[in-house]
């Protein structure tokens, strides 16, 4: 079964501009959650989706969206791009998501690079 | 989710056994522990997790303490692409906040030839 795909994996924007990344969730899969990795902050939880419906926002400003379809893919948006928005970009796919259990799978990431 | 503490950095001599350290004194006894990697800027990998009893997979062991509030990951036979930062992770069992891991630092494991 292939893994959960991201694209693109490398990305570089300018102040300002806004990005939209592509999470392919585990085929079968419905939940897809988005996390943010920086060095200074570490992995931070963004969102996650379920059945086309946020289910959880992690406290970052409404520059950060996403959402996802009918297939389970999911997309995040960044608006008015900041220097501090350059980031690995995650997106971890499980089941269902609402069992301890219910393990989450995570994608290579999307290296955004804001300049 | 219960707050971990784990060791900032460890080295490991390979073929030898890597035990990895994990403190969750504030687990709930609905919540499971969890056990991720993540090798120099790709994806975290899932090792792992457990309830209250010890586990083992082809990959590692997971050695949980009766009251639950410390646990050890286990790699038996260490190797250089062991090399990573490994996440313990604490979340709910059951409820939409199942998702909603929280990363803490993690422990970067050094493993030496």
């Known amino acids: 079964k292939a893994g959960v795909t991201q694209t693109p994996r490398y990305l570089i924007k300018t102040r300002g501009q806004q990005v939209t990344l592509s999470c392919s969730p585990i085929s079968g899969h419905r939940s897809v959650s988005w996390y943010q990795q920086t060095p200074g902050q570490g992995l931070q939880f963004l969102f996650e989706?379920?059945?086309?419906?946020?289910?959880n926002k992690g406290n970052f400003p409404g520059r950060f969206s996403g959402r996802q379809f009918s297939n389970s893919r999911s997309e995040m948006n960044v608006s008015t791009l900041e220097l501090g928005d350059s980031a690995l970009y995650l997106c971890?796919?499980?089941?269902?998501?609402?069992?301890?259990?219910?393990?989450?799978?995570f994608g290579p990431g999307t290296r955004l690079t804001v300049l | 989710d219960a707050k971990t503490t784990q060791p900032p950095s460890m080295d490991c001599a390979e073929g030898r056994a890597a035990n990895l350290p994990c403190n969750h004194s504030?687990?709930?006894?609905?919540?499971?522990v969890y056990w991720y990697r993540q090798i120099h800027s790709q994806g975290p990998q899932y090792i792992i997790h457990?309830?209250?009893n010890n586990e083992t997979n082809e990959m590692a062991s997971l050695i949980i303490t009766e009251d639950r509030k410390s646990s050890t990951l286990i790699l038996p036979h260490a190797t250089l692409r062991d090399t990573a930062v490994y996440y313990c992770?604490?979340?709910?069992?059951?409820?939409?906040?199942?998702?909603?891991?929280?990363f803490g630092g993690g422990t970067r494991l050094m493993v030496k030839p």
């Open positions: 504030t687990i709930s006894g609905n919540e499971y």
């Open positions: 971890a796919s499980s089941l269902f998501g609402t069992r301890g259990t219910d393990t989450q799978y």
């Open positions: 457990g309830l209250k």
């Open positions: 989706y379920f059945s086309e419906t946020q289910r």
């Open positions: 992770i604490v979340r709910v069992g059951s409820g939409n906040a199942g998702n909603m891991l929280t």
